[in-house]
């Protein structure tokens, strides 16, 4: 256990040196901007994703409903 929590430290400092070193050194550092709250950007970045959960869980309870249904007949039980 105790191994095991070595190797993963060891990998993060050694993963995290190697990111370190490849971010750019002379170039100035960039100023993040705020997301403007437009259509475009409200549709993007709120409805969109939204809509992709909602239509993967749907799909994951219909498929399992299906599965029941399916085992069900198979089994004889109503």
Known sequence: MIFRKLVV?????VFGIKAYSQSPDMYPPTV???VEFDLFNI?????????IFATYFGYRYSKRKKQRKKEEKENGVK
């Not at 430290?9 to 400092?13: A, D, I, P, T």
């Not at 549709?43 to 809509?51: N, Q, S």
């Open 9 to 13: 430290v060891f990998s993060f400092l």
């Open 32 to 34: 993040p901007e705020q």
């Open 43 to 51: 549709v993007l970045y709120i409805i969109l994703p939204l809509a």
